[in-house]
């Protein structure tokens, strides 16, 4: 069975620091990242990154610069470090897991809430 599992979130003042850790398990997992969804707005991609060293990464322009995302294939899990956090980048957090065995599905945590006051 295939498990997402997300961690950290928060509330923190604005222009402070987040980590999210994502640990997935159950399966053999190509691509990974972090979307996250705010109240009255569409799912968006925060952060991706493809498997095995040097893999590549993606970013929303929104994020380029303040966060970073990590991944530690021999634990199917990825953090994201974010920094310089501002209001705007208060939302729901998601993380994905695509499952290679299955035709690429996409698994998809909880999500945790990241919460920056002004």
């Known amino acids: 069975q295939v498990q997402v599992v997300e961690t950290g979130g928060g509330l923190v003042q604005a222009g402070g620091a987040l980590r999210l850790s994502c640990r997935a398990s159950?399966?053999?997992?190509?691509?990974m990242g972090w979307y996250r969804q705010a109240p009255g707005s569409q799912r968006e991609l925060v952060a991706t990154i493809a498997p095995g060293n040097g893999g590549e990464e993606i970013y929303a322009d929104a994020v380029k610069g303040r966060f970073t995302i990590d991944r530690y294939d021999g634990e199917n899990t990825i953090d994201l470090q974010m920094n310089a956090l501002k209001p705007e980048d208060t939302a729901v957090y998601y993380c994905?897991?695509?499952?290679?065995?299955?035709?690429?599905?996409?698994?998809w945590g909880q999500g945790t809430q990241v919460t920056v006051s002004s």
């Open positions: 994905l897991a695509r499952s290679l065995p299955e035709g690429n599905v996409d698994k």
């Open positions: 159950g399966s053999i997992f190509g691509l």
